[in-house]
């Protein structure tokens, strides 16, 4: 099975300045990657994904993810934050044909003014 | 619009109730999961449908049992609701082609 890690559980950052957050899992074989947000007292929605193509992909609300295959890597990046970016990042990993996701254990953003 | 609709918001109850969390989806999708979120440890799997009446243990089934009686509705089921079961709920559906999920807004049990 693979596994998630998203090492930093809190990112305080001020407001316009850049944000990166940080996911590696664990298999080299073929996988799709996923980053959700959750703001508070809601379910996931989706920012973007990486299924195949150019390694940068971009998603909603100016943020974009690198898909490093040889560090195992898909870190999520924003060259300027706002106030209302200040909530909680997952990233995902499912292999083959959508039937399991595994979840990083997640990145609350709090962006200051 | 598409959408994912938890029944419960919010849920009180006692332990050893038995607790019915039910989920419904507009998007006809095959693919339905329910996950329990919990501070610190992410999104961890109870079990998911692959179709009607068809189901799988994900990584944390125990204590827990699903209905998959008609492709919109997926419930999760408590038969003994225990205190270590208090935690957010999130049903799941999957676009096969994308597999983007859609998650609704969550249950939030609190077991007493």
């Known amino acids: 099975a693979q596994s998630v890690t998203q090492l930093d559980s809190q990112v305080p950052v001020f407001e316009e300045a850049p944000v990166e957050l940080r996911c590696n899992y664990s298999?080299?074989?073929?996988?799709?990657l996923f980053w959700y947000v959750q703001y508070p007292n809601q379910g996931l929605q989706l920012l973007l994904k990486y299924l195949s193509g150019s390694t940068l992909v971009k998603g909603i609300n100016g943020f974009e993810a690198e898909f490093n295959k040889s560090q195992t890597s898909f870190h999520l990046r924003k060259p300027s934050v706002h106030i209302s970016d200040t909530a909680e990042y997952f990233c995902?990993?499912?292999?083959?044909?959508?039937?399991?996701?595994?979840f990083g254990s997640g990145t609350k953003l709090n962006v200051k003014p | 619009d598409v959408k994912v609709t938890q029944s419960s918001r919010y849920l009180v109850k006692r332990t050893g109730e038995k607790v019915f969390l039910e989920c419904v989806q507009d998007m006809d999708h095959e693919n339905m999961f329910w996950y329990r979120q919990d501070p610190g440890l992410g999104l961890r799997l109870i079990y998911f449908?692959?179709?009607?009446?068809?189901?799988e243990k994900g990584d944390i089934p125990e204590g827990y049992s699903v209905s998959r009686e008609k492709k919109e509705r997926f419930s999760l089921i408590l038969e003994s609701a225990s205190t270590n079961q208090t935690s957010m709920y999130l049903c799941a559906s999957v676009r096969k082609n994308t597999g983007e999920l859609f998650f609704g807004e969550g249950s939030r049990l609190t077991v007493l």
């Open positions: 298999s080299s074989v073929s996988v799709y």
């Open positions: 995902a990993v499912s292999e083959g044909n959508f039937n399991k996701f595994y």
């Open positions: 449908s692959y179709d009607v009446k068809m189901k």
